[in-house]
């Protein structure tokens, strides 16, 4: 009898030391054995014949029913894990936001319980939760007891003030000095918000809301509002020693900040999204380009090809998606007005086949960059590693087999988002999950969720931070 419970044969296997032909064994929840034809007597075993056999993907920026814009977004724990499950994202980090009450804020505490109740009873597939510092006072005397409950990011917005959400200078360097002192990481949304409110303000007119419609969106928000910001921050990193992590990076400008930056070994990392990486922002002249508002906004082509670069080369480190899906109906409160869209769009089920089709197939980025951005760099650099994010013996079962050139369009009627549109509809997509294994479960088969809400764990961290 085999030693395994079930047994991956026949696939290409991306592991950290390269790819290979090889068998996966698992037991329970973990992985056992890697190696040439494995014993598979009396194991389920899963034919990867033909196929890409890589570690389940970490979608590191997610927001899951998040009360935003006047509205909540649309996908939660039920819809949005299993949106991730069948794009082979077996782990998810999502961000706990503490509200601004009546006489005062949230505590971290109060927003971790917050989020752990949209979690429970629906999730498929692993999470944690970023700590979202939104009112410094309040907020600073609480991050160690997080870090004692299992937190190890923070992260604060340069922008959203009308969310109560805005976090100035003296809170991102009190910030970046605790997590020094905690080894923990500061994760940044970086957009310079007095310039940027002034551009609003001076485009916010009848006339000129008629005439660009959902483009001042893109024209409030040239891309030294992002690149300044960043600039800002990574110095602020730079005097502290804190570790900084750039969310949802955007421009070719603030690319260029990151090398430079890391090239003085300022402990600054970057994330980009994959709709930064696929399309410009020659959609907001679309008469459904409204759709498309996020912050920061879709930018133009160099800069997609400066963030390819950027991965390749090494200064970008992990792609997510900044998953925060609102429907047509949540889209249209817009009315003509840019400055009322509910910023944000789905992502979980597109991120590994978007960033294989456009990074792989059109060889920008290797196979083995793409799990390096999806699965190694984000386990690490959150604190889930060893853990998650690598097929080696003893961690998690997670898995996600692919095949290489088989493409699907991509089509909402035919996904697990609750959005009824899709930034990439009509694409022909590669790389979504045949197979998806959480901690050796199977949860997708033949393309299909077949795993129960509910079964995915919270994942509690220890540390975080730097490591390239
Ligand atoms: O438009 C976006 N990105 N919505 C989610 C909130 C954020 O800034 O990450
Ligand atoms: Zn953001
Ligand atoms: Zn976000």
Same mark, same amino acid.
């Given at each position: 009898?085999?030693?395994?419970?079930?047994?991956?044969?026949?696939?290409?296997?991306?592991?950290?030391?390269?790819?290979?032909?090889?068998?996966?064994?698992?037991?329970?929840?973990?992985?056992?054995?890697?190696?040439?034809?494995?014993?598979?007597?009396?194991?389920?075993?899963?034919?990867?014949?033909?196929?890409?056999?890589?570690?389940?993907?970490?979608?590191?920026?997610?927001?899951?029913?998040? @009360?935003?814009?006047?509205?909540?977004?649309?996908?939660?724990?039920?819809?949005?894990?299993?949106?991730?499950?069948?794009?082979?994202?077996?782990?998810?980090?999502?961000?706990?936001?503490?509200?601004?009450?009546?006489?005062?804020?949230?505590?971290?505490?109060?927003?971790?319980?917050?989020?752990?109740?949209?979690?429970?009873?629906?999730?498929?597939?692993?999470?944690?939760?970023?700590?979202?510092?939104?009112?410094?006072?309040?907020?600073?005397?609480?991050?160690?007891?997080?870090?004692?409950?299992?937190?190890?990011?923070?992260?604060?917005?340069?922008?959203?003030?009308?969310?109560?959400?805005?976090?100035?200078?003296?809170?991102?360097?009190?910030?970046?000095?605790?997590?020094?002192?905690?080894?923990?990481?500061?994760?940044?949304?970086?957009?310079?918000?007095?310039?940027?409110?002034?551009?609003?303000?001076?485009?916010?007119?009848?006339?000129?809301?008629?005439?660009?419609?959902?483009?001042?969106?893109?024209?409030?928000?040239?891309?030294?509002?992002?690149?300044?910001?960043?600039?800002?921050?990574?110095?602020?990193?730079?005097?502290?020693?804190?570790?900084?992590?750039?969310?949802?990076?955007?421009?070719?400008?603030?690319?260029?900040?990151?090398?430079?930056?890391?090239?003085?070994?300022?402990?600054?990392?970057?994330?980009?999204?994959?709709?930064?990486?696929?399309?410009?922002?020659?959609?907001?002249?679309?008469?459904?380009?409204?759709?498309?508002?996020?912050? @920061?906004?879709?930018?133009?082509?160099?800069?997609?090809?400066?963030?390819?670069?950027?991965?390749?080369?090494?200064?970008?480190?992990?792609?997510?998606?900044?998953?925060?899906?609102?429907?047509?109906?949540?889209?249209?409160?817009?009315?003509?007005?840019?400055?009322?869209?509910?910023?944000?769009?789905?992502?979980?089920?597109?991120?590994? @086949?978007?960033?294989?089709?456009?990074?792989?197939?059109?060889?920008?980025?290797?196979?083995?960059?793409?799990?390096?951005?999806?699965?190694?760099?984000?386990?690490?650099?959150?604190?889930?590693?060893?853990?998650?994010?690598?097929?080696?013996?003893?961690?998690?079962?997670?898995?996600?087999?692919?095949?290489?050139?088989?493409?699907?369009?991509?089509?909402?009627?035919?996904?697990?988002?609750?959005?009824?549109?899709?930034?990439?509809?009509?694409?022909?997509?590669?790389?979504?999950?045949?197979?998806?294994?959480?901690?050796?479960?199977?949860?997708?088969?033949?393309?299909?969720?077949?795993?129960?809400?509910?079964?995915?764990?919270?994942?509690?961290?220890?540390?975080?931070?730097?490591?390239?």
């Amino acid at each position: 009898m085999s030693n395994f419970d079930k047994v991956i044969k026949g696939g290409k296997v991306v592991t950290p030391q390269g790819v290979t032909k090889a068998d996966v064994g698992i037991r329970g929840e973990k992985i056992a054995a890697i190696g040439e034809s494995l014993d598979s007597t009396g194991a389920q075993v899963i034919n990867a014949t033909g196929h890409i056999v890589m570690p389940g993907v970490l979608d590191v920026h997610v927001h899951l029913e998040l @009360p935003f814009c006047g509205t909540v977004s649309s996908d939660d724990y039920n819809t949005g894990t299993r949106a991730g499950a069948r794009g082979g994202v077996t782990t998810l980090i999502d961000f706990a936001i503490p509200y601004r009450r009546e006489g005062g804020y949230d505590s971290l505490s109060e927003a971790a319980d917050n989020w752990h109740k949209k979690a429970e009873g629906k999730a498929l597939i692993d999470y944690t939760f970023h700590m979202c510092i939104t009112n410094w006072d309040t907020h600073q005397k609480q991050i160690a007891g997080m870090v004692d409950r299992g937190f190890s990011t923070f992260k604060e917005f340069m922008i959203y003030e009308s969310e109560g959400w805005q976090s100035d200078d003296r809170a991102l360097y009190g910030t970046l000095e605790k997590m020094k002192d905690l080894g923990t990481m500061l994760l940044v949304h970086a957009e310079s918000s007095r310039v940027l409110d002034e551009l609003i303000a001076r485009y916010h007119t009848a006339p000129l809301m008629k005439k660009y419609k959902a483009q001042l969106h893109a024209i409030t928000r040239p891309n030294y509002i992002e690149a300044e910001a960043i600039q800002r921050a990574a110095k602020w990193c730079e005097v502290t020693g804190g570790s900084l992590y750039i969310v949802h990076m955007s421009t070719a400008e603030g690319t260029e900040i990151i090398k430079e930056a890391q090239s003085r070994n300022v402990p600054v990392l970057a994330e980009t999204c994959a709709q930064y990486l696929v399309l410009d922002d020659s959609v907001f002249k679309r008469p459904d380009g409204h759709l498309f508002a996020c912050c @920061p906004q879709l930018k133009k082509k160099p800069d997609i090809e400066r963030l390819w670069k950027g991965l390749a080369d090494g200064e970008v480190s992990v792609v997510s998606t900044d998953t925060c899906s609102f429907t047509k109906k949540q889209k249209a409160m817009w009315k003509g007005d840019w400055t009322k869209i509910p910023m944000g769009m789905p992502g979980l089920e597109t991120l590994l @086949p978007s960033v294989y089709t456009f990074g792989v197939l059109k060889k920008r980025i290797t196979l083995e960059q793409l799990v390096e951005k999806l699965c190694y760099n984000p386990a690490r650099i959150m604190g889930l590693a060893p853990r998650k994010g690598q097929i080696q013996v003893g961690s998690d079962a997670d898995i996600a087999i692919i095949h290489p050139t088989k493409k699907f369009k991509v089509d909402p009627k035919t996904m697990e988002t609750n959005a009824d549109w899709n930034p990439f509809e009509g694409m022909e997509l590669a790389g979504f999950s045949r197979t998806t294994l959480s901690r050796g479960d199977v949860i997708v088969d033949d393309y299909k969720v077949v795993g129960k809400a509910g079964r995915g764990q919270w994942l509690p961290r220890k540390t975080a931070g730097l490591s390239r």
